[in-house]
């Protein structure tokens, strides 16, 4: 059910000078939202922003009284995620949804692969619950420029969710871009497993920078793995309605056709899409 | 939405009544099936949907919009799934939500226009044509009939052989006179006339020199052309005796009846859409809530009702 919510900041946590969390009492949206879904957050009361921005739903808040809201991971790069920053405890922001399609997610035996790219880390802590709950054997690869902007490490690794870490700068976890200990922990796979028939599923989740889910589909694709990745496309309305936010998927061997990542994702098959 | 007994919001455009003066902005509302979640599109006066060519059209890559001061440009470039996809996959579940649909045509010749007519007006369930002489965004068509008073003249007079269906063509604000154009809609036959489209507009990101579009110019909208828009409407009501649909950067109650006071019969909301898919309760009530206010039962009755008397002669444009 789709709803409007005018959503009281319950606190805001700063993580660094660009980062923040932002927990919303929005529980309507909360408790029905499934992993990869995301929000449109309207910011201002103004027409400065006009446009809401999505967000994907990072944390579900519950309490003994049961679902109290949710929050968002926000990185400062323009006037909403600004606000958002500075919000204070008692503003309010609007937040339309759950909207989009979420991940799909996958039972054991099968193992779960979160490939997070900086903010893109944003759907993993309800996708890493989801496929806990369910005894999936799940583990995140996590990339980001420095060690200083990795983080909820210690929520991840509590949960019981193996962590891989790279940062540019080798400040921690492997130094370079996490596409790298990916293969490398693909092509152990196979190694260790060399015959199709007697591999473990594993199935990769995405989220990040384009070029990251570029070639994180590509890595999955050449061990023979499922991807499935979370896009981020200018989006103008979350609904379908301003045809922004659209994505070449492929169409047949040669063409393509543009779906809007709104209502058609934001998460796609890795293999369907048709890079730039 | 709540209907006060004595409150009369139909709206009539030639032989079609709308039930209130609040039409979805085509281009603006998907195919309306999109926003069924949001609002019963039944309550709406009209769906434009998103307009329609006789085949799938992919439109231009990304980016395709970008956030100006108060406004949004964008060059979408009409991404559709064509007249056939639209009749088969769309229009049935309209027709189930009993939504008024007005379909948005745009050709890129005039035997185009003329075959698009002809297949809605055999569909089941189309209650007007607008027909798209004013997309900003595409070189081969539309525009060309809406930059021409004779192209305008053509396409709406060749258009009302082949259809019963009301016929309103979309004004372009992109003409030094929309009045005139609307007069030449009107000496065609057109049922009513609908303005504004968006202004051709561009944006560039001064660090990387880059156009923000991928079609480097794109249409303007939002509340940033209100008062253009405004002043455009005002000019065709005193242009033509024909219904004037007003719009152009319309967020509110208070937006809506400036147009329908300047002129319009009906108003079409578009970008508040996008900013709030609720929107269209609070406007109705609104409106509602000032006639009442006003004591005015019939919305038909504050169409035009702008008080110039003591201001005539301080305009100059007439």
Redesign the interface.
Known sequence: ??R?VEARVIANTRLSPDYNVIALAAPEIAEVTQPGQFVMV?SARS??????RPFSVFEVLRSNTGVKGLTLLSKRIGVTTRILYDAVEGDTIAC?GPLGRPFEVIDPPAEAWMVAGGVGLAPFATLGEALLARGTKTTLFYGARTGAELFYVDWFQSRGIKLVLATEDGSAGHRGRVIVPLEEELRELESRLPKPESRSGVLIYACGPEPMLEAVAHVAGKFGRPSQVSVE??M??G?????????PVRDGPNGH??VRSC?GGPVFRGDEIVWD | MTRLSGTDLSVQIGALTLKNPLIAAS????YGV??A??VDLSTLGGVAV?GLFLKPR??HP??????T????L?A?GL?GIGVHRFIEDKLPELRQRRATVIVNICGSTLDEYVELARILSDAEGVAALELNISCPNIKEGGITFGCSLHGTFDVVSAVKKVTPLPVIPKLTPNVTDVASFARASADAGADAVSLVNTFLAMAIDVETRRPELSNIVGGLS??AIRPIAVRMVYECRRAVKIPVIGMGGI?SARDALEFIIAGADAVQVG?A??????VWKKLLDGITDYMRRHNISRVADLVGTIDTTSREKEWISS
């Open positions: 059910m789709l409007d309207k027409a400065d922003p006009l446009l809401r339309l496309r200018t103008g309305c609904m379908g309605g301003c045809y922004s936010c659209v994505i056709h543009y209502i | 281009g603006c509302f998907g999109e926003y979640e949001a998103k992919e439109g990304p980016e395709r919009i970008v956030e001061p108060s406004g949004m964008n979408i991404q939002g509340p967020a970008t859409n996008f900013v709030d898919p609720f």
